[in-house]
């Protein structure tokens, strides 16, 4: 992965249910006046602020923009930032992901403008048809040929919510900035009343393979370090 550079905007992309709120708190400790949120309002149907990044840059206080960049939504890495080229964010295991994703939004989305995005049917329903919310938010469009160099070239460094404190070991490492794991707390955590069946998650992994590749090839570099 690249070495990260302080005096470039970054961006960090927070993948929905993968620890994101609580990272953001870590990330905003780590860039005091340089932290600039990037969210939809869902509430208020409105897309997240555009920032002049050459301006922020020139005045000596680079950005890190923080949040969601869903693409497929229109507020996607490219379509806000295209000349960004330095990245950070934390993945997830795919089916994880869909899960806390599944139950988080029935629990919050009553006030959301948009109830197309609401599950309609079970929590095995939802797995079966909706598309996982995760690779859309990357820097550009990864295929199974690509996605190597895609994670290789764009980005700083990548982490796992199964390995929460080490990823933000090594971040606060390659940015030059300190960290202690008592300080991360367990932000937006949602109750779960269905579960999913032992046989769902191997045919959830077959159906998904670009989706587990990333995220495999993220995790043998952490399962590695602890051998």
């Known amino acids: 992965m690249q070495n990260f550079d302080p005096n470039k905007s970054l961006i960090f992309i927070h993948v929905p249910k993968s620890g994101g709120r609580s990272v953001a708190e870590v990330a905003k400790a780590w860039f005091p006046g340089q932290f600039r949120p990037h969210y939809y309002n869902e509430q208020a149907a409105q897309m997240p602020p555009r ?32 000349d960004v080229d330095q990245f950070m964010t934390v993945l997830r295991d795919p089916l994880e992901l869909m899960i806390s994703n599944y139950f988080y939004v029935r629990k919050v989305a009553a006030g959301w403008q948009d109830q197309s995005r609401v599950p309609r049917g079970d929590l095995k329903d939802s797995i079966a048809r909706d598309p996982v919310n995760m690779l859309n938010h990357f820097p550009r469009d ?86």
């Open 142 to 227: 990864v295929t199974l040929e690509n996605y190597k160099d895609i994670i290789e070239t764009y980005f700083v460094e990548v982490g796992l919510t199964e390995f929460l404190p080490e990823s933000l070991r090594r971040m606060a490492e390659k940015t030059g900035k300190s960290f202690d794991p008592n300080s991360l707390e367990h932000r937006n955590a949602t109750e779960r009343d269905e579960t999913v069946p032992d046989d769902i998650r191997d045919v959830f992994r077959e159906a998904h393979p670009l989706e587990y590749a990333v995220y495999d090839y993220v995790r043998q570099r952490y399962e590695s370090a602890e051998r």
């Open 51 to 82: 920032h002049d990044l050459r301006a922020l840059e020139a005045a000596g206080t680079p950005p890190v923009i923080y949040g969601h960049f869903n693409k497929l939504r229109g507020f996607g890495v490219e379509q806000y930032y295209p």
